[in-house]
């Protein structure tokens, strides 16, 4: 089946840096959605893409989905130590099955 | 008023034994679903459910059998637990192919 792969798995950085995490897929995607999960707690939906090149911003965070639409991207600028957690890509398949990428988990230290 | 609820957050049980675990959400989406995330903590789709009719079932052992009584509940029960069934289980609605809230999770732990 389709798999949805996030680059890279574990980044630590130190607060202030920025961050950024590749979701690449081998087909075609209908759409993209991102996640937050806290350690210790639940995903949380961020945002979700839909045409060819689109950009998002939501405060410190840039949302790209590629022109191909197979592959995207979530760009966190001056990260904060309240940005840990894992960030999760997903897509919406057939039969809206809601399949999720393998995850990046983001460190900030002081 | 908490939007997608799942009972029990904790769960510790036997091998052998068969437990439920049961989830609500008063958003009115028309789809729900059972993710279950491992150590690793990959998010593996087992179930999706829309508007109560069962549309996807992820190769998941016969030992799981989702009910879904109206669109607004998604129980999930497991019999002859196993040591490998041991992880986080979550709930999780959507409206179409809109973004999905979760429930707090149920960490099971198969002793």
């Known amino acids: 089946g389709q798999q949805v792969m996030q680059i890279p798995q574990y980044q630590h950085v130190q607060e202030g840096e920025d961050f950024t995490t590749y979701c690449n897929s081998s087909t075609t995607l209908s759409n993209i959605q991102w996640y937050k999960q806290r350690p210790g707690g639940h995903p949380v939906f961020l945002i979700q893409?839909?045409?060819?090149?689109e950009v998002k911003k939501q405060k410190r965070l840039t949302f790209q989905f590629g022109e191909a639409k197979k592959n995207s991207s979530l760009h966190i600028t001056a990260t904060q130590t309240t940005d840990v957690g894992t960030y999760f890509c997903a897509n919406t398949g057939t039969a809206s099955k809601l399949t999720f990428g393998t995850g990046t988990r983001l460190q900030v230290t002081l | 008023d908490t939007a997608v609820s799942q009972t029990p957050k904790y769960l510790v049980t036997q091998m052998g034994n068969d437990k439920s675990i049961k989830c609500e959400q008063n958003?009115?989406?028309?789809?729900m679903y059972w993710y279950k995330q491992d150590s690793k903590k990959f998010l593996k789709i087992m179930f999706s459910?829309?508007?109560?009719?069962?549309?996807i079932n992820e190769t998941v052992p016969n030992r799981f059998s989702p009910k879904s009584p109206d669109k607004a509940h998604l129980n999930l029960h497991i019999n002859s637990l196993e040591l490998g069934d041991s992880a986080v289980y979550f709930c999780?609605?959507?409206?179409?192919?809109?973004?999905?809230?979760f429930g707090q999770g149920t960490r099971l732990t198969v002793v």
């Open positions: 893409l839909v045409k060819s090149g």
């Open positions: 459910y829309n508007n109560k009719e069962l549309i």
């Open positions: 999780a609605s959507s409206q179409g192919r809109g973004g999905a809230f």
């Open positions: 958003l009115g989406h028309d789809t």
